[in-house]
């Protein structure tokens, strides 16, 4: 379970998140939803330590991200798994190297040991026999199954994804949800998925947080969701219905 | 004055959290072969041609009965070894591997890779940066007295092919007082421009935000201030040194 408290964070003068609290649980998809510009993005940069918050804690399984302890933040570090918007595959590695890449760095496994794990995250994203392959010569739907497996690879205990279906078509952005919810089931582990796509949180949506101008508003599951009763979150969620039912 | 002090927060950070040895020594090899193997073909032909015109030019400027034939090989090397190698040849340098480096930094700054090797609890810096340099130290001290050779070898092959002096005289000027400190000074001004080359692409590069139209900025800033500090650093070291 990761626990948010008050997080808040401005640049320069312009307070993007103005105290955010939340918990993310064990064995879920949790999503943070929001229109564009709400401080999606900034809140999943600082659970993850890229972003250093003003104020707040962040614990993960009551372990205290924020405490400045270099020995603890770079435990927690080897837990998390993480998929980039863009996927972020180091473009001068294969396939095979991007995703052994954490393996190499976080850990002692022998180079057999590397491998059977790459090929079996690989298998496991459906993506098995491309591990020469440069990030150039695949499409984008195939760049995040490999990211999915690299975020995977050293058996993480938490799960990141920024925006997994941007710049996808819709059936594969399904395809890429599934995975994801099917990976989180599968360990048990807790997922935290930035979207502003409603199809993904109908699919996937088990605990859903939605962001309104650097403010929690609401929180529940995706089947609360059509009555919340909070005006905001319903022009958000309606707003995309009907986009939907007009086509 | 505020870059600066972000540049010496940068400079600090490479040293800090490293990964292992080993992960560094391959590091740098690789960043050694694309750094200075990959320099070779335009050192090369710079050098030559610099060689070559500069003793058509020294020829045409030191025609006098009194001047004897090899005071112009003699103008070639220590111009050659003070200044065309080292300082010419570094701005080559920092037109191509200052905008590459630059160009590799912020593309993987803008598509988040940087970003990935942090979430992984890797120093980015140290870990993209340090191999640079230190590959950029070790490349262009050796690329600078190759330079130096083939400048006064392409200078040698003009002197053959057009006559102006003779092959005997052409040697003759070159070893006629030859002061030893000039390589040294030679590979000190190599080694400073070098690290100025390599570390400012990577401030630039690394610091790049927004998307690949910034990319093409900051390799273009990676070589015109690259040029700028290499030129600054070339006055104050002749002053330094030989002043
Ligand atoms: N490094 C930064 N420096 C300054 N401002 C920033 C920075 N990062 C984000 N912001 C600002 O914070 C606000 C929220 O950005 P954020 O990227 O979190 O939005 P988002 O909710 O993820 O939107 P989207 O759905 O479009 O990705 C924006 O107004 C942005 O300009
Ligand atoms: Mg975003």
């Not at chain 1, 900034?42 to 659970?47: D, E, G």
């Not at chain 1, 998929?83 to 972020?88: I, K, N, R, V």
């Not at chain 1, 949800?177 to 807790?190: H, P, R, S, V």
């Amino acid at each position: 379970m990761i626990e948010i408290q008050d997080i808040k964070k401005s640049f320069n003068d312009k307070e993007v998140l103005k105290g955010v609290s939340a918990t993310f649980e064990d064995g879920k998809c949790n999503l943070i939803i929001g229109s564009s510009g709400t401080g999606k993005s900034v809140l999943l940069k600082n659970i993850v330590g890229l972003i250093q918050p003003d104020s707040g804690k962040i614990l993960y399984d009551n372990r205290d991200f924020t405490s400045g302890d270099k020995k603890d933040q770079s435990e927690i570090r080897r837990e998390i798994g993480m998929l980039f918007q863009g996927s972020a595959l180091f473009d001068s590695k294969t396939v095979e190297q991007n995703i052994m890449f954490p393996l190499d760095v976080l850990t002692d496994m022998s180079k057999e040991e590397k491998i059977e794990r790459v090929n079996f995250c690989l298998d496991r994203v459906g993506m098995a026999n491309v591990n020469n392959k440069m990030p150039a010569e695949i499409s984008g739907g195939m760049k995040k199954r490999v990211g999915i497996a690299r975020a995977i690879v050293n058996k993480p205990n938490y799960l990141f994804c920024d925006e997994p279906n941007s710049g996808l078509d819709p059936q594969t952005s399904m395809v890429i949800d599934e995975l994801i919810k099917e990976i989180t089931d599968e360990y048990g582990i807790t997922t935290v998925v930035v979207t502003h796509d409603m199809n993904s949180v109908i699919e996937i949506g088990q605990k859903v947080i939605f962001l309104y101008k650097g403010l929690k508003l609401w929180e529940g599951s995706n089947k609360d969701i059509t009555h919340s009763g909070v005006k905001e979150l319903d022009d958000f969620v309606f707003a995309n219905r009907m986009m939907k039912e007009f086509r | 004055m505020k870059s600066l002090g972000k540049f010496l927060i940068f400079a600090g950070q490479l040293f800090v959290r490293r990964e292992s040895f080993k992960t560094y020594v391959s590091l740098v090899i690789d960043e050694c072969i694309k750094v200075g193997y990959n320099s070779l073909f335009i050192v090369t032909i710079v050098s030559v041609f610099m060689g070559a015109v500069v003793t058509v030019q020294t020829a045409y400027n030191l025609v006098s009965p009194f001047i004897p034939d090899y005071v112009i090989s003699l103008v070639v090397r220590d111009m050659t070894v003070l200044e065309l190698s080292p300082t010419i040849i570094a701005i080559v340098y920092a037109g191509k591997v200052g905008s590459n480096i630059a160009g590799e930094l912020g593309t993987m700054r803008i598509t988040e890779q940087i970003d990935a090797l942090e979430v992984m609890g890797i120093n980015s810096t140290s870990y993209l940066v340090l191999p640079k340099i230190i590959a950029s130290v070790l490349m262009y001290p050796m690329l600078v007295v190759m330079s130096g050779f083939l400048c006064i070898y392409g200078g040698y092959l003009t002197s053959i092919a057009t006559g102006i002096i003779s092959g005997h005289d052409y040697i003759y000027g070159i070893r006629y007082e030859f002061i030893e400190f000039n390589i040294t000074f030679a590979l000190i001004k190599a080694f400073v421009f070098a690290l100025l080359v390599a570390s400012i692409s990577a401030y630039k590069g690394y610091f790049t935000t927004g998307g690949a139209l910034e990319v093409g900025k900051s390799s273009t800033a990676a070589v015109t201030n690259s040029c700028i500090a290499i030129l600054l650093a070339d006055y104050l070291l002749a002053q330094l040194l030989l002043g």
